[in-house]
């Protein structure tokens, strides 16, 4: 049964889980992988909009939108219908071998997104892993040298490359041996919790005299590093924005000795803040943009978007079956339709709206110790002792928890941070009962204390 399209707020029926989610909880347990992270036992049955429904019929409204992917919502019908279109037409061809009209035409829209003058091209794969394996390829093949630089916090995939210039929590290498080689991370500019006190708009100066005094004197010569890579809004890390001289900065470095500056926005891209690009708030012109996530609805599709000089690799050097799949091309070709019609102006809108109704919250509340972002990349940060900071992450954790249980969706991101990253449709209906239903929760957690 399809969920009333005028059905904006949740409707719980059972207790959670309901007894059908029980059941598939256990066969899951008994069958997948254990790798796998579960915050609740939301088992999805259908979407529609920004509302989730379960197996047991209850109604769940997402903040979280599968990890920042459904960005025009569920099941959106210009989405669907696309899909439904191109699949009656062609399924798969690989594009690595073939030619089809979708490829460059949606190669030619994503690459005027980006900031530069300089025409760009694009290779696109399955996911955003994959878009930062290529880029590190990439990299490496432009400037002919093998040396990368990631910061820490950084998270970029779990493949054995993008795992090497990860730096998000100790688990996700444990145990897998030896990574890539010539890797080297450096602090990632993190205001709230800046050494020298610094603001959101200064935190990050030492960090670049580090890169320029030590790395490149004691580790590194400047002439060997192929990449930096950044995120401009950090999102595993704990959705923490990059202030807006230290992505100038970055660039300047990276220009004055060759190095490709390569910003992994498959979280914060594809509108999510408010502009088609995070890196846009600085103005800079990354050589690489790596994409995925929000870029097809829900598809498996990735991007790397790079200046045409620097996408010169020759006929061999990179390939891919899946990518560029016809069928996921048409879910990206409608999103960015969507996207471009309206949805990064509602990101922005709605972001505005939240940051409005969360901008007394530090105040308000003894655990909430900073709430940043920017559109609908939203992070709070849960912390025991506002003085101290001391991270909260089982106040966090309790909140993610008793928001499942009062229909809200959301998830976690680094150690105590609560992330926000709802579909980019929302309205204030929803947003206000996403904010009165996390302050209930941040209200019982701060009993805990």
């Not at 409608?334 to 949805?343: I, Y």
Request: aromatic share 8%.
């Amino acid at each position: 049964m399809a969920i009333a399209t005028e059905t904006k707020t949740p409707r719980l029926v059972t207790a959670l889980p309901g007894p059908k989610a029980k059941t598939i909880v256990e066969r899951d347990a008994k069958f997948m992988s254990p790798s796998f992270t579960r915050d609740y036992p939301l088992v999805a049955k259908n979407g529609r909009g920004a509302m989730v429904e379960d197996v047991d019929g209850n109604l769940f409204l997402d903040f979280a939108a599968g990890i920042a992917v459904c960005s025009t919502g569920h099941c959106h019908p210009k989405v669907v219908e696309a899909i439904q279109k191109q699949s009656a037409e062609l399924i798969h061809m690989s594009g690595t071998d073939f030619y089809y009209e979708s490829l460059p035409y949606l190669a030619e829209r994503l690459g005027k997104t980006v900031l530069g003058a300089e025409e760009k091209k694009v290779f696109f794969c399955n996911s955003g892993t994959e878009a930062v394996e290529g880029a590190i390829k990439l990299a490496r093949y432009a400037t002919k040298r093998d040396k990368m630089i990631a910061f820490y916090g950084c998270f970029h995939g779990r493949t054995m490359g993008s795992l090497s210039l990860t730096a998000s929590k100790s688990t996700q290498r444990k145990n897998f041996g030896a990574l890539l080689g010539g890797v080297e991370h450096i602090p990632y500019p993190y205001a709230y919790r800046c050494a020298l006190g610094h603001g959101p708009e200064t935190c990050g100066e030492e960090i670049l005299e580090t890169l320029e005094n030590q790395i490149f004197k004691r580790l590194f010569d400047p002439s060997e590093v192929a990449g930096i890579i950044i995120e401009p809004i950090q999102g595993e890390g704990g959705y923490v924005p990059a202030p807006k001289f230290f992505l100038q900065e970055l660039q300047r470095i990276c220009r004055q000795h060759g190095i490709m500056l390569i910003c992994d926005e498959v979280q914060s891209g594809m509108g999510r803040t408010g502009k088609m690009w995070a890196h846009e708030y600085a103005g800079i012109e990354p050589d690489i943009l790596c994409s995925a996530k929000g870029i097809a609805s829900g598809m498996p599709l990735g991007a790397i978007i790079a200046r045409a000089s620097v996408m010169n690799w020759k006929p061999g050097a990179h390939g891919t079956t899946f990518g560029g799949n016809p069928v996921c091309l048409a879910a990206a070709i409608a999103t960015l339709d969507l996207l471009e019609g309206g949805l990064i102006a509602n990101a922005k809108k709605m972001g505005d709206y939240i940051f409005a109704k969360t901008a007394d919250w530090t105040k308000k509340f003894k655990i909430v110790g900073d709430v940043r972002g920017r559109g609908l990349m939203i992070g709070i940060e849960i912390v025991r002792d506002q003085r101290t900071k001391e991270r909260g992450a089982d106040l966090r954790n309790a909140i993610v928890d008793m928001a499942f249980h009062k229909g809200l969706l959301i998830l976690g991101a680094g150690e105590n941070s609560l992330r926000l990253s709802p579909p980019l449709l929302i309205d204030e209906e929803q947003a206000d009962f996403a904010m009165r239903t996390l302050e209930e929760c941040i209200r019982e957690a701060e009993k805990k204390i």
